[in-house]
Every structure is written in C-alpha cells, then in structure tokens.
C-alpha cells in the first residue's frame, strides 16, 4: 500500500533522522561545557553560544516536527498524490537541514536572520501538507 510513497518515506527518515543528530550534537556540546547540570542549560546563555544554539536547533524541530510529520503520514493514508507529498517532504527536510545549519554557523540576535527564511518555508511545506490531507479527506 505504501510502496508509491517511497521518496516520501525517504523524506520523512531523513527528517528524523536529522532531529535525531540534532539531539546528539546538543548532548556532546553540552557536556563539553567546564560545569554543566545534566538537562539544565543555563539562562545567561545566547546566540553567542553554541551550547545555546544547539540547544535551541534541537527544541526547535521538537516543537516543529510533529506538525509536519502527522499530517504528512495522514496524506498517505488518504491518498495523497505520490510527486506533491514527495516534494513538499523534501522541500521540508532540505528547509530543516538548512535552518539547522545556519543556527549552528551563524550566531545573531539579528531578526530575520538567515535561518528564518528556511524557517518560513518549512512552514508553508507544513500549512501545504494540511491543506493537502484536507483536500484528501474531503475529495
């Protein structure tokens, strides 16, 4: 049944799989820290900080990836068409590595920064996914 959905699928890994590297290179950059508290980071922290930026790149797809991937996964079980679901997950994911990238080299309280644009993109994938799986649901 879901063997038209293989580059969706793909997609969908690669989102998850970044989330999930996104976790680790949080946890190593803050243990490196000289005092750390384990799940605590500390308060007077920036953009200046890698430590923050990492931290913040992490909770920022766990606030974001549930929102794309739940209706994604909806659009296959109704039906979605196969090139525009792909498109719009691979759209998503490229969004997300780039985002994620821009936070880690770029340290600015600067609004937008560059990492916004992505951001914003990855939202519009993510309004497209919904409004797909209600066209779906309703069609």
């Avoid at 994604?72 to 994911?93: D, E, K, Q, R, V």
């Amino acid at each position: 049944m879901f063997a038209v959905y293989t580059y969706s699928i793909a997609g969908l890994l690669l989102i998850i799989f970044t989330v999930f590297v996104q976790n680790i290179v949080a946890a190593i950059a803050h243990r490196r820290q000289s005092q750390y508290i384990p799940g605590k980071v500390s308060d007077e922290l920036s953009h200046d900080s890698f430590v923050f930026r990492s931290h913040r790149t992490f909770h920022n797809s766990l606030e974001n990836v549930h929102q794309f991937t739940l209706p994604a996964i909806l659009c296959m079980f109704l039906g979605a068409p196969t090139t525009l679901l792909a498109l719009l997950i691979w759209i998503y994911a490229l969004c997300r590595i780039m985002h994620m990238g821009l936070y880690y080299a770029i340290a600015t309280e600067k609004n937008p920064s560059p990492r916004s644009y992505f951001y914003m993109i990855g939202v519009l994938c993510t309004v497209g996914v919904f409004g797909l799986a209600i066209f779906q649901l309703f069609m």
